[in-house]
């Protein structure tokens, strides 16, 4: 079977690059080594293949149905694969040692993560929103709720779900309408609709755990109104066990045109379908303070954004891996110097542009799981950082570089799915061949947690400005000191962090310029074509970064990593000038076009 990852690069980045086992030098990391991080890496790459693997083309051919009673049907390999890896403790991974974790680095149990991504999407997505779930509900839930939920989801028991987007409005939270009543007993009745829940139903586990955004009375229009509730599906017992079935109520699933196998729900609360304690509405638990639940879900929601990045990277790097494989293998045509017609045709990889693709895509790949990687040692620093002003310019960096890590992505290890699919031929848009697969499931990527258009303001509109430019000056000075690096090397490096810093000056100019003239309209007009210019720049930094990381290093892959990093400064990093020309212009097309002229 082919390696859904590379356990090489994996290791490359970790280790010779990231430095992760420097972190056991730190009080929370203390009882860890190399040795536990590569058992928990080889552990996941074996369940990986063993449990996620092999059900991947069943699940996305045999999708959930929704029984007459309400119910959901699935094939059964999905319990089998995430029983396996609850069993083997990897949902607590990281995890404080208290509520039965094991205190892994963030950056370890994101590499472990991705080895089950790109083995199957669609099973890895209940763990990986279980996981976001019971973080967050650790960071501001009480011992009790802690207690209720946050261990029985780190035992694997019971999963969890984000519940924020409703039928009529979107991404707009402002405008959601579920509402939320208090009860004499402390606890809230929540009433409304929500759409696309992604695990919003299955009988996987004894429970599921609901977070749910709703407005509460008194609360004021808009954002400020949202509060955050547990909505468990059963309600815990006096023993801890699921108990009395709540009124959540699965109306339907949504079938998307990958990760299948993800139950995709449209689900109602409190629709009297089940009365607990004899009342309507559905039993919710506040989470925190009342109004302050969108502040708390943004803890989930950006967890998950750079998780959706990773989904993105695994998905586009399995397409890699099984591509150059296909390329070894499959012969067809002859060299362009070849005279003799009855010679034997020759691998495709001979191909120059066959070589394009596959470089391409290696670009692509390796460079995002570098910044996933890099934004996940970001947690780790915050998590563990010797002082508050250490921790907090963590933080900051990460504000900055969440929208990249989940956008770019999307964008360009989905096109690395588009170049998988070529590089097979004919066979790449058939269903005998994984690929085609793979850019289905990735397609969903680009609008999970916050499509490009929602992405490209949040960066322009909010973190390149907040505290007066403040992130985007670390990142400057992080950016500055890898080209100081790179220059001292010689050799190519200079050339590229000469290119680098050439671009990162301008994008750092043009974003004054565009805030300069004070009208947010025509600022924010293009801000996907910025969040893409900026996103490359991002990428090429990575690429420096890594370039470095092999100064005195011989072998092939060595030598694959330099010619990565060269393909990317020549033909991508390029490509940042014309719409860096564009944003300079200030353009207006689209904010001047009216709708009665589409």
């Known amino acids: 079977m082919t390696d859904v990852l590379s356990r090489r690069d994996l290791d490359f980045l970790l280790y010779e690059w990231l430095d992760v086992v420097a972190l056991t030098s730190r009080k929370r990391f203390a009882e860890h080594s190399k040795d536990t991080f590569d058992a928990v890496l080889d552990l996941s790459a074996d369940l990986a293949h063993k449990h996620f693997a092999t059900h991947n083309k069943k699940a996305d051919a045999h999708e959930p149905t929704m029984r007459p009673d309400g119910t959901v049907e699935m094939i059964s390999e999905v319990k089998t694969a995430l029983d396996a890896y609850a069993a083997a403790g990897l949902i607590a991974g990281a995890f404080d040692e208290r509520v039965g974790g094991m205190q892994l680095p963030t950056t370890v149990a994101r590499a472990a993560m991705a080895w089950f991504q790109a083995a199957n999407a669609s099973t890895s997505s ?45 991404s707009s939270l402002a405008d959601i309408t579920t509402r939320a009543v208090l009860q004499e007993d402390g606890s809230y009745r929540v009433t409304g609709t929500k759409m696309w829940i992604s695990g919003g139903d299955h009988e996987l586990t004894e429970n599921i755990v609901h977070l749910v955004l709703a407005k509460t009375p008194g609360g004021g229009p808009g954002v400020k109104g949202i509060s955050l509730f547990i909505v468990p599906k059963y309600l815990p017992g006096a023993d801890g066990a699921a108990g009395e079935r709540n009124d959540v109520t699965l109306v339907g699933l949504n079938h998307k045109m990958g990760n299948r196998g993800t139950t995709n729900t449209l689900l109602a609360f409190g629709d009297g379908t089940h009365t607990p304690g004899g009342k309507s509405g559905a039993v919710g638990f506040l989470v925190g303070e009342e109004h302050r639940g969108l502040s708390y879900m943004f803890h989930m929601m950006n967890e998950a954004r750079i998780g959706v990045g990773f989904l993105a990277i695994a998905l586009g790097y399995v397409g890699y891996c099984k591509s150059l494989e296909y390329a070894t293998v499959r012969t067809q045509g002859r060299s362009l ?12 990889i001979e191909h120059a542009d066959v070589r394009r693709m596959l470089l391409a895509q290696k670009s692509y790949v390796e460079g995002a799981l570098a910044l996933g990687l890099y934004c996940s040692r970001l947690v780790d620093e915050h998590d563990t950082a010797d002082d508050a002003a250490t921790g907090d310019q963590a933080t900051l960096l990460l504000d900055v570089l969440t929208p990249i890590a989940k956008s770019w992505p999307s964008q360009w290890c989905l096109e690395a799915n588009s170049l998988a699919i070529q590089v097979h031929g004919g066979y790449g848009y058939t269903r005998d061949y994984d690929v085609e697969q793979y850019y289905r499931d990735n397609r969903l990527n680009p609008i999970h947690e916050g499509t490009h258009g929602i992405q490209g303001l949040d960066l322009l509109g909010r973190k390149v400005i907040m505290q007066d430019g403040a992130g985007l000056r670390l990142l400057g000075s992080k950016i500055a000191a890898t080209v100081a690096r790179a220059r001292s090397l010689g050799g190519d490096a200079t050339g590229y962090a000469d290119a680098l810093d050439t671009v990162w000056n301008r994008v750092v100019d043009i974003t ?87």
């Open 126 to 170: 209940y763990p990986f929103l279980t996981i976001a779930n019971a973080n967050l509900l650790a960071e501001y839930g009480t011992e009790q709720q802690i207690d209720d939920y946050v261990r029985p989801m780190l035992e694997g028991r019971w999963f969890g779900t984000m519940c924020l987007s409703e039928p009529q409005a979107g």
């Open 512 to 598: 004054a310029a565009l805030w300069a003239a004070g009208d947010a309209a025509a600022a924010l007009a293009n801000s996907s074509v910025y969040l893409e210019a900026f996103g490359h720049t991002v990428i090429a930094w990575m690429w420096l970064e890594q370039l470095i990381a092999t100064e005195g290093k011989s072998g092939d892959f060595y030598d694959g990593k330099r010619m990565a990093a060269r393909y990317f400064y020549t033909h991508e990093l390029p490509k940042v000038g014309p719409q860096l020309n564009l944003l300079a212009s200030g353009d207006r097309t689209t904010l001047d076009m009216k709708n009665s002229w589409f």
């Open 337 to 348: 110097g070849a005279k003799d017609p009855s010679s034997p045709p020759v691998p495709i």
